[in-house]
């Protein structure tokens, strides 16, 4: 992925916007999800979320939550969950800012075990990225572990984002974490 400042679009490879066979990604609608992406995200993150984390990202910004759902699936295999922040201004007054920079932040990714290497999450991430600058964010930020080296290649190699910063100890486990960030 690379960014164009001219048209101020996102550019990719065209496998990147290539549907993949047997996969249908959804938008999260409402709570009968909740239990699908907890799920997703409780079994693959080392960082245990609350119910009320969750319910944070999903009820304030729903349109970035994305699912991706699978032929031979009842449920959900994978999801990217997101928000939009407002530099500068206090999450209470968020609303009443017009003009404050938005960046947009990816909380959680995951994909099932048995689906991974297959370009699910990367299409998760393409989609998710789309949707934060349509909605006219300058940046996007996430956190990743610095052993997880597969995120790191994801998010580096193939859309962009660069180490902003070291978190040491940043995660419950103790170990420490890279803050990345892709300017749009």
């Given at each position: 992925?690379?960014?164009?400042?001219?048209?101020?679009?996102?550019q990719t490879n065209t496998e990147d916007d290539a549907e993949i066979p047997g996969i249908r990604f959804v938008d999260y609608k409402d709570e009968s999800q909740l239990e699908y992406v907890m799920s997703l995200v409780g079994r693959d993150l080392s960082e245990p979320y609350s119910i009320f984390t969750y319910r944070y990202f999903l009820h304030?910004?729903?349109?970035?939550?994305i699912l991706a759902v699978a032929d031979d699936s009842p449920e959900p295999?994978?999801?990217?969950v997101g928000?939009?922040?407002?530099e500068g201004v206090d999450?209470?007054?968020?609303e009443q800012a017009e003009n404050a920079?938005?960046?947009g932040y990816i909380g959680m990714l995951a994909v099932q075990e048995a689906y991974r290497r297959k370009g699910i999450g990367q299409a998760l991430v393409h989609r998710i990225l789309?949707?934060?600058?349509?909605?006219?964010?300058r940046s996007v930020t996430l956190e990743t572990e610095v052993t997880n080296t597969t995120a790191q290649k994801l998010y580096q190699d193939r859309f962009g984002f660069i180490r902003e910063e070291l978190l040491v100890r940043y995660y419950l486990n103790w170990n420490d974490a890279y803050r990345l960030r892709l300017w749009f």
């Open positions: 992925m690379t960014n164009n400042n001219n048209n101020n679009t996102i304030r910004f729903p349109e970035l939550c295999i994978a999801c990217v928000k939009i922040d407002i999450e209470t007054e968020q920079e938005k960046t789309q949707r934060m600058k349509n909605m006219e964010c």
